[in-house]
């Protein structure tokens, strides 16, 4: 029985599951091993991706924050229609529904002749003046709210075409140059982000393949040697590949920290600024999808970029 179990020993170690996991813990070593070799080699190319990566995030975290700041301070303009002043209470209803048929409209609120002179009252200080008048000069006002998918300048200024055409409307006003401003600077800065992302995984993946490319040079004779006895190309591109990925997943752990040093830095200024417009305005920092995200995509330029590199350079070298 004893030499029935030594028999079938072997055979269960060399069973793909278990060769596999031998597999990977030998990449792995060779990973840890070299970053203890070339620690401050390794430290410094960390360093280098981690600068790389913070870069286009702290960017997009200005980005992020400049856009809550300005639909907070500058909500979406609204519509404001000016109705007939013949209008009789029904013609008023029925002019109200048929507004509300707009796909466009989540609401509307309607102010009657003598709310809007109680308003402009309360806002323009001629309360006096306003009650020698013999009639109220002011217009009903229907106020159209847009659906959050309609709040588009295109889309805003088509339905106020459609809405100028209905029977009893005299005007309709959409003051929407600050907003058309508004959203040209965003989507400038917004545009730059994305321009700085794309430099920057370039600049990521040029380090990593670099980085990858010394250390094939300096275990050249070992991967010879790996060669002569038979190990597979797979076998040798393992810890290279475990090596891009590790890069990156650290350099964007580091990332994710700094860009936290950086929001805690400036969260005091920014409320400094803030109350001098009158408002609260806190930073947010990047939510657990967006920083999980950010190490996704690291470990996976990590590998990309050693899997390229290390194919390259081993073709090139006629050593695989």
């Known amino acids: 029985m004893l030499a029935s179990r030594n028999k079938n020993q072997p055979t ?11 597999q990977i813990k030998y990449g792995w070593q060779n990973v840890f091993n070299d970053f203890r070799q070339h620690i401050i080699a390794s430290l410094l190319t960390i360093i280098v991706i981690a600068i790389s990566i913070t870069l286009p995030t702290i960017c997009y975290l200005l980005w992020k924050n400049a856009n809550e700041a300005a639909h907070q301070w500058y909500p979406t303009p609204n519509l404001t229609v000016y109705l007939d002043k013949s209008l009789t209470p029904e013609q008023t209803t029925n002019l109200i529904n048929n507004m509300k048929q707009f796909t466009e409209v989540e609401e509307i609120n309607y102010l009657s002749r003598s709310d809007t002179l109680e308003e402009f009252k309360l806002w323009s200080g001629f309360s006096d003046a306003l009650d020698l008048l013999d009639e109220n000069p002011l217009p009903a006002v229907a106020i159209i709210i847009p659906k959050e998918e309609a709040k588009q300048t295109t889309i805003l200024h088509a339905l106020q075409t459609e809405v100028v055409k209905l029977n009893g409307v005299d005007d309709v006003r959409l003051d929407d140059s600050w907003f058309t401003r508004l959203t040209a600077l965003t989507d400038m800065v917004k545009t730059i982000v994305w321009t700085i992302s794309i430099f920057m995984i370039i600049a990521v993946s040029l380090v990593i393949g670099n980085s990858i490319r010394l250390a094939i ?14 190990a597979t190309e797979g076998f040798i591109l393992r810890p290279f590949l475990y090596s891009g990925m ?6 964007a752990v580091v990332a994710l920290i700094l860009s936290a040093i950086f929001i805690f830095q400036i969260e005091t200024i920014i409320l400094n ?15 657990w999808e967006e920083a999980l995200f950010i190490v996704l995509i690291a470990t996976i330029i990590g590998w990309l970029s050693a899997f390229i590199a290390t194919k390259k350079y081993l073709k090139m070298t006629h050593i695989a």
Not at 12 to 22: G, K, M, Q, S, Y
Not at 220 to 227: A, D, F, G, K, L
Not at 282 to 287: D, K, M, N, P, V
Request: hydrophobic residues 50%.
């Open 12 to 22: 269960d170690d060399n069973a793909f599951f278990p060769r596999w996991l031998r």
């Open 217 to 230: 040079f300096a275990r050249r004779q070992t991967i010879i040697v790996m060669q002569l006895i038979g």
């Open 246 to 251: 590790f890069n990156g997943f650290i350099s």
């Open 273 to 287: 600024v803030s109350s001098v417009f009158g408002t609260i305005f806190t930073i947010e920092g990047l939510s």
